[in-house]
């Protein structure tokens, strides 16, 4: 998620779009520590100032162009709480996996590590439409019964992501076509109602 802009003329989506591409492309060819604003610039065939009018630096850059793909698809509604989590737990294993992913998270978790702003930014900018999304995966269960009460959802969300982060991006293990699942039995088995 981009930064709020001033009013004025609407941003080109295109020119976005470049330079998400070129972010990616820029990791793959660099590591995330190679990757510079003007060199994303360039390749992107902008200035710098189109890359800061839209982000406030090179960690809210490379978050959205590599791991937010995940907040702009259709919430899952299986029907079942297990199902909509797999879904969605399937849907972080494939971004997590990515080449471009595997070479920025250590980079990039490092910026997050050394700056609380930085993380208070991405919790309250980058993580609140994947909470949105939990939220509604959520209350439909709740409205199913599949839950009772309320349901934690930033400590679900934060599991979820945690355990395909370490998995898969930073041990590198495989993807295999029921890790998904099995994390979302793990997460679902120990809120749902008895």
Same mark, same amino acid.
């Given at each position: 998620?981009?930064?709020?802009?001033?009013?004025?003329?609407?941003?080109?989506?295109?020119?976005?779009?470049?330079?998400?591409?070129? &972010?990616?492309?820029?990791?793959?060819?660099?590591?995330? +520590?190679?990757?510079?604003?003007?060199?994303?610039?360039?390749?992107?065939?902008?200035?710098?100032?189109?890359?800061?009018?839209?982000?406030?630096?090179?960690?809210?850059?490379?978050?959205? !162009?590599?791991?937010?793909?995940?907040?702009?698809?259709?919430?899952?509604?299986?029907?079942?709480?297990?199902?909509?989590?797999?879904?969605?737990?399937?849907?972080?294993?494939?971004?997590?996996?990515?080449?471009?992913? &595997? !070479?920025?998270?250590?980079?990039?978790?490092?910026?997050?590590?050394?700056?609380?702003?930085?993380?208070?930014?991405?919790?309250?900018?980058?993580?609140?439409?994947?909470?949105?999304?939990?939220?509604?995966?959520?209350?439909?269960?709740?409205?199913?019964?599949?839950?009772?009460?309320?349901?934690?959802?930033?400590?679900?969300?934060? &599991?979820?992501?945690?355990?395909?982060?370490?998995?898969?991006?930073?041990?590198?293990?495989?993807?295999?076509?029921?890790?998904?699942?099995?994390? +979302?039995?793990?997460?679902?088995?120990?809120? !749902?109602?008895?």
């Amino acid at each position: 998620m981009a930064t709020d802009r001033a009013a004025g003329r609407p941003r080109d989506r295109r020119t976005h779009e470049a330079i998400v591409r070129a &972010t990616e492309e820029m990791i793959m060819l660099h590591g995330y +520590a190679g990757t510079s604003i003007n060199a994303v610039a360039s390749r992107a065939g902008v200035g710098k100032d189109a890359i800061y009018r839209r982000w406030p630096g090179k960690p809210e850059l490379v978050y959205e !162009a590599l791991f937010t793909q995940v907040d702009t698809g259709p919430v899952p509604d299986t029907g079942t709480l297990a199902g909509d989590v797999a879904q969605l737990t399937q849907a972080l294993v494939e971004e997590f996996a990515t080449p471009a992913a &595997t !070479a920025a998270l250590p980079g990039l978790l490092a910026d997050f590590a050394a700056d609380p702003a930085l993380r208070t930014r991405l919790r309250s900018s980058f993580l609140a439409p994947a909470r949105t999304r939990m939220v509604e995966i959520f209350d439909r269960a709740a409205a199913r019964g599949e839950i009772a009460g309320t349901a934690q959802i930033d400590l679900i969300l934060d &599991t979820l992501a945690g355990a395909v982060f370490f998995h898969v991006g930073l041990m590198g293990e495989p993807r295999t076509a029921g890790l998904a699942a099995q994390l +979302a039995d793990i997460v679902t088995n120990g809120i !749902a109602t008895r």
